[in-house]
T-cell receptor, first 114, second 115 residues
Framework: AQSVTQLDSQVPVFEEAPVELRCNYS??????LFWYVQYPNQGLQLLLKYLSGSTLVKGINGFEAEFNKSQTSFHLRKPSVHISDTAEYFCAVNSGAGSYQLTFGKGTKLSVIP | GAGVSQSPRYKVTKRGQDVALRCDPISGHVSLYWYRQALGQGPEFLTYFNYEAQQDKSGLPNDRFSAERPEGSISTLTIQRTEQRDSAMYRCASSFGTSDSYEQYFGPGTRLTVT
């Protein structure tokens, strides 16, 4: 079985400051990792994904994440946030091996303060 | 192009009534998924279709829940004899292929409230 832990339910940060949203996963097999963003009244949108290869993954809107196998982490970072980044962010894992379902964390609400 | 659409966007129903939630995936996407998201939680997997075949329904909570995709495109999630605990956001997603790594594109969801 796999699980995803997002350690922070809410993260307030000032505009133009850096931010890190933490994600840890547990899985007994190799995984694919994803970060999704949910803006108010909209569906989930993929920010970035790790499938294989380079452990540093760059996504849309200036976000990036680093896969750390030894720490089973996939933290999301942005060096300078904007007001428009205010949203809820979800980390998800797919164990592959024929399993198509995504297992999501509980989400982190990012609030950017002007 | 058009994304995944879901209807209705909001549904209020009385306990004991049946509801049908519709998902129209992105054209050409062969895989379709249903998830349920309770308040303050992440989405939880319900079921998965590859074309018209329901490949995995392990996440359906009980036999009041069923889903179909008869022509391999539009899908309907049906909840019979609704209960208050069924209140949640129901999300549909589709993907291009059957590989595990294909990105899942999500619709806006249907907010179901059972009174």
């Amino acid at each position: 079985a796999q699980s995803v832990t997002q350690l922070d339910s809410q993260v307030p940060v000032f505009e133009e400051a850096p931010v890190e949203l933490r994600c840890n996963y547990s899985s007994s097999v190799s995984v694919y990792l994803f970060w999704y963003v949910q803006y108010p009244n909209q569906g989930l949108q993929l920010l970035l994904k790790y499938l294989s290869g380079s452990t540093l993954v760059k996504g849309i809107n200036g976000f990036e994440a680093e896969f750390n196998k030894s720490q089973t982490s996939f933290h999301l970072r942005k060096p300078s946030v904007h007001i428009s980044d205010t949203a809820e962010y979800f980390c998800a894992v797919n164990s592959g091996a024929g399993s198509y379902q995504l297992t999501f964390g509980k989400g982190t609400k990012l609030s950017v303060i002007p | 192009g058009a994304g995944v659409s879901q209807s209705p966007r909001y549904k209020v129903t009385k306990r004991g009534q049946d509801v049908a939630l519709r998902c129209d995936p992105i054209s050409g996407h062969v895989s379709l998924y249903w998830y349920r998201q309770a308040l303050g939680q992440g989405p939880e997997f319900l079921t998965y279709f590859n074309y018209e075949a329901q490949q995995d329904k392990s996440g359906l909570p009980n036999d009041r829940f069923s889903a179909e995709r008869p022509e391999g495109s539009i899908s309907t999630l049906t909840i019979q004899r609704t209960e208050q605990r069924d209140s949640a956001m129901y999300r549909c997603a589709s993907s291009f292929g059957t590989s595990d790594s294909y990105e899942q594109y999500f619709g806006p969801g249907t907010r179901l409230t059972v009174t």
